[in-house]
Nanobody, 123 residues
Framework: QVQLVESGGGLVQAGGSLRLSCAAS????????MGWFRQAPGKEREFVAA????????YYADSVKGRFAISRDNAKNTVYLQMNSLKPEDTAVYYC????????????????WGQGTQVTVSS
């Protein structure tokens, strides 16, 4: 079993930055692909970014490409999401997720989920 805990969310003005962290426990996630997803009120959970287990491949939703960056530190069992140039439409609960080996960009492909962290961007 893998437990994931997100942190780093908060309230920020449009144009600002936040860095989310996802700490894994239970077992090492060095062989897991990791993803970030988000869910805004009244909307379905959507893909934001993903990273391969080795960290050599990254994937982004078009809406965040060029503004967000996903990274991982397998020695610390932690994944990060650096969010720059934030917009009000980025407001959502952000979730970290893990799956074995092959990276995917859809929610149903991920096996483990954190509880989420709220990100609110004011205009």
């Amino acid at each position: 079993q893998v437990q994931l805990v997100e942190s780093g969310g908060g309230l920020v003005q449009a144009g600002g930055s936040l860095r989310l962290s996802c700490a894994a426990s239970g077992r090492t996630v060095s062989s897991y692909a990791m993803g970030w997803f988000r869910q805004a009120p009244g909307k379905e959970r959507e893909f934001v970014a993903a990273i391969s287990w080795r960290g050599d491949s990254t994937y982004y939703a078009d809406s965040v490409k060029g503004r967000f960056a996903i990274s991982r530190d397998n020695a610390k069992n932690t994944v990060y999401l650096q969010m720059n140039s934030l917009k009000p439409e980025d407001t959502a609960v952000y979730y970290c997720a893990a799956r074995n080996w092959v990276v995917r960009t859809t929610t149903q492909d991920y096996d483990y989920w954190g509880q989420g962290t709220q990100v609110t961007v004011s205009s």
